[in-house]
């Protein structure tokens, strides 16, 4: 059975940091993708980072290019996405989540695995 569990989420003042983990039990794959998803109050749940396994690309929504890294450790099957530069727009439950296929898109919501979620805010 796969179990993703998130840790690392808290309250931090704009242009703080933080890092995500997200460690991953019952799931090993070659392929496919691991990526990162949030979903604010009254609205839909967006890709932000996503990892494609096979060739460790990585993709990123626009508005956190260049503040979000996505990363894994294969060693521990953790995921982590480390925030910088962070904004109030940022404020969200963070998940992360896992499929064994590619796919076109890493970061459209189609993942079979996903975690529990953890909040994040970020205050002005």
């Known amino acids: 059975q796969v179990q993703l569990v998130e840790s690392g989420g808290g309250s931090v003042q704009a242009g703080g940091s933080l890092r995500l983990s997200c460690a991953a039990s019952?799931?090993?794959?070659?392929?496919?993708?691991r990526a990162w998803f949030r979903q604010a109050p009254g609205q839909e749940r967006e890709g932000v980072a996503a990892l494609y396994i096979d060739d460790n690309t990585t993709d990123y929504v626009d508005s956190v290019k260049g503040r979000f890294t996505i990363s894994r450790d294969n060693a521990k099957n953790t995921l982590y996405l480390q925030m910088s530069s962070l904004k109030p727009e940022d404020t969200a439950i963070y998940y992360c989540?896992?499929?064994?296929?590619?796919?076109?898109?890493?970061?459209?919501?189609?993942?079979?695995?996903w975690g529990q979620g953890t909040q994040v805010t970020v205050s002005s």
């Open positions: 019952g799931y090993t794959s070659t392929s496919g993708c």
């Open positions: 989540a896992a499929r064994t296929f590619r796919g076109k898109d890493c970061l459209k919501p189609l993942y079979p695995y």
